[in-house]
């Protein structure tokens, strides 16, 4: 089972921006006997699709020589009505870098309505890192051939 919490990165912009989407369905393993009478998607998913879209933002301008390990989330805001069969597109930005850490922002939209937020996000690099291997996953889980 993967936890990929997003579908396809459309767009990515090294030091600066990446755009992904993801379809929330009711078949989502997350949802399986959570719910019974009304399926919600929950809030923490937001999150996390969020994060791992900017901490691939964050390795790959980095040339995959560090990995991004999320260390701070602050300033959340998340709709909790969403239920499941919606198109999400999820933005991220890197606001400063340093050798020891990023912080970053992100949002998700649908139908142009912002949906979630995260205001502050930080992440601690690790060094010592297997560069060739980070870069055929990100290709695997992109597409995006670097």
Known sequence: MRFLFYDKITSIEKD?????????????????????????????IYVEAMAQLLGWLVIYSYDFKISAIMSLVEDVSISSQLRPGFKAEIHGEIISTSRRDSL????????????????RIIYSHIHKVNSEALANLFYYYSGIRV
């Open 16 to 44: 600066k921006s990446i755009t992904g989407v993801k379809t929330f369905t009711l078949s989502e393993e997350f949802l399986r006997g959570h719910f019974k009478k009304k399926a919600l998607v929950p809030g923490v």
């Open 104 to 119: 970053g922002k992100a949002w998700i939209t649908v139908d142009g309505e912002t949906i979630a937020s995260m205001n």
